[in-house]
């Protein structure tokens, strides 16, 4: 495949959303709430997720970047920085399903690492869920390092069960 990685423009948005949602299922936090409290708000997690790019895309459009084979967008990597604090965030990444374990995840971050390095920025971030084994090896493997852990809970405002005095 001939992949070529450019910046996002707005006709890639709904093929962002998608790649999220497939991306994302069961290795999300917005996934996880659900299988816990299961859906709300008239929604459900893929839903709530495919709006995160909708936020990376509001924050800071020049910091996506997608990657196109064939004519079609088969990943991409949102970013963006905070300058005051020299400090890269990555927010997302998604590879098409099909596309997985051809590299492309890795060549995203390295586009978003020269960003930020083209830009001044002195870290860069990105988080992941624990049970997201691709996150886990990846990340390392181009020498980001874990800093710490987080727990996420969650409290179903809905249930009278939960009602505190």
Request: charged share 25%.
């Amino acid at each position: 495949m001939s992949l070529t990685i450019r910046p996002y423009q707005a006709i890639d948005l709904q093929s962002l959303r998608d790649l999220t949602v497939e991306a994302f299922e069961g290795v999300s936090l917005e996934h996880d709430i659900e299988r816990v409290v299961g859906e709300f708000g008239g929604h459900d997690w893929r839903w709530r997720k495919a709006r995160h790019v909708d936020a990376d895309v509001d924050r800071d459009a020049e910091g996506i970047f997608v990657a196109e084979g064939n004519g079609a967008v088969v990943g991409y990597v949102s970013t963006w920085i905070d300058a005051e604090a020299g400090v890269g965030f990555i927010p997302n990444l998604a590879v098409a399903a099909s596309c997985r374990g051809q590299g492309i995840g890795r060549q995203l971050l390295n586009r978003a690492i020269e960003h930020f390095r083209s830009r001044g920025v002195r870290v860069a971030r990105i988080e992941t869920m624990a049970q997201n084994d691709v996150g886990r090896h990846l990340y390392p493997s181009l020498g980001f390092q874990e800093v710490a852990q987080q727990v996420h809970y969650c409290l179903d405002l809905g249930e009278e069960k939960n009602a505190r005095e």
